[in-house]
């Protein structure tokens, strides 16, 4: 039996969110596909493959497993581990190094990483990357229990992170206790508050991103198809959540409506606004109190708001970056050979 010795040089990247296990399973069914492995032939053993790459053998063996599972190697009793005969059903090689090649140029094109990337694919797949997975934490400075909620409802159903819930009022405090930012990776806050956050956060040294939540434009639509002049009013458990949302809905620049005000779920501000108002948009916590107070006269718009992605994307590569040379894995040299890194992985 020959000992085939791979054509290429397979790429052990301990820094890289996506797991060895993973890396190697993907870097040997491309080689396979791409008929650097032709059928029929034997990989080197367990052994050799787990010595000649300097990662734990039990790594291998999944790989392995993985591999037969897909339908790209079967085992051969007592003479080892062959490439299959028929290879299941895939993109040709070219198609799917072309998408790569292109998925790679337009995030280069948005100032994206390679670890962007890895962490942005494993995010859409639903996969937390093992360096991510319950390790980071974000700062959330709010001046309302409220927008706490809301915020950290909204980050954490879109990021794997655990959200760290403080008043604006309480963060002195805080910080206080704490002599450097390493518990957390970052803060994020509205934009009305970010000065006071960033100089009270200054001298520990974490970045500060600014949030911003914005009417759904489903409720944009529906504003914009309203009779010219009908008046506006907005209305929210919290008066920052109202002026905020009121705020982007005066920045969609209708000229059919008119913007009365804004106020809060409970108070006498609220029969007032709702007397002088055709139109009401808030949230559906809201909403209840509005009607019982209005009747069926008034039109109410339910809108939760929407948190910009744009938000969400700068928060997550900066989480990315912020892990330093752990997360990021270094450049492929330019002419796409896989380099071999002998460091110990210490399992999949």
Same mark, same amino acid.
């Given at each position: ?18 797991? @060895?296990? #993973? ?9 396979? +596909? ?11 053993? &367990? ?13 291998? *063996?999944?790989?392995?497993?993985? %591999? ?7 085992? /051969? ?23 790569? /090649? ?19 694919? %494993? ?36 990021? =794997?992170? /655990? ?19 390493? #518990? ?8 009305? $508050?970010?000065? *006071? ?13 600014? %949030?911003?939540?914005?009417?759904? %434009?489903? !409720? ?9 002049? !009908? ?15 009121? $705020? ?8 059919? &409506? ?5 106020? =809060? ?36 718009? &339910?809108? +939760?708001?929407?948190?910009?992605? #744009?938000? &969400? ?13 752990? !997360? @990021?894995?270094?450049?492929? =040299? ?15």
């Amino acid at each position: 039996m020959t000992v085939l010795r791979l054509p290429v040089r397979l790429q052990v990247d301990k820094h890289s969110p996506i797991p @060895i296990r #993973r890396q190697l399973t993907e870097q040997l069914k491309h080689v396979i +596909e791409g008929g650097g492995v032709p059928p029929d032939q034997a990989l080197p053993s &367990i052994r050799e493959l787990a010595g000649f790459l300097g990662i734990n053998p039990n790594t291998i *063996a999944r790989v392995i497993e993985d %591999l037969k599972r897909g339908g790209y190697v079967e085992a /051969r009793a007592g003479k080892g581990v062959f490439v299959a005969p028929t290879l299941p059903a895939c993109p040709l090689p070219n198609r799917r190094q072309g998408f790569l /090649r292109d998925v790679v140029i337009r995030a280069a094109a948005l100032g994206m990483t390679a670890g962007d990337v890895a962490v942005g694919v %494993l995010s859409v797949a639903g996969v937390r990357p093992a360096v991510v997975r319950g390790m980071v934490t974000v700062l959330l400075v709010e001046c309302s229990p409220p927008e706490l909620d809301f915020f950290a409802a909204k980050l954490e159903a879109e990021l =794997p992170v /655990r959200v760290e819930k403080v008043l604006l009022e309480e963060l002195g405090a805080a910080v206080g206790h704490r002599k450097t930012g390493g #518990r957390w990776a970052a803060a994020v806050t509205s934009f009305c $508050h970010l000065p *006071a956050v960033e100089q009270r956060l200054q001298r520990l040294g974490i970045p500060v991103i600014a %949030l911003l939540a914005e009417a759904h %434009l489903e !409720t944009l639509q529906r504003l914009a198809q309203l009779p010219a002049g !009908t008046r506006v009013g907005v209305i929210a458990a919290a008066i920052e959540t109202a002026h905020s949302l009121e $705020h982007s809905i005066a920045n969609a620049g209708l000229p059919n &409506i008119r913007l009365v005000g804004a106020s =809060p779920a409970e108070g006498a501000g609220l029969r007032s606004l709702i007397r002088r108002v055709d139109v009401v948009i808030c949230s559906s916590v809201a909403a209840e109190r509005v009607r019982q107070l209005a009747g069926p006269k008034l039109q109410v718009i &339910i809108d +939760e708001r929407a948190l910009d992605q #744009r938000a &969400i994307e700068m928060l997550a590569t900066v989480l990315v970056r912020g892990t330093g040379e752990r !997360t @990021i894995p270094p450049p492929r =040299p330019p002419n796409g050979s896989y380099a071999l890194d002998r460091r110990r992985d210490g399992g999949a």
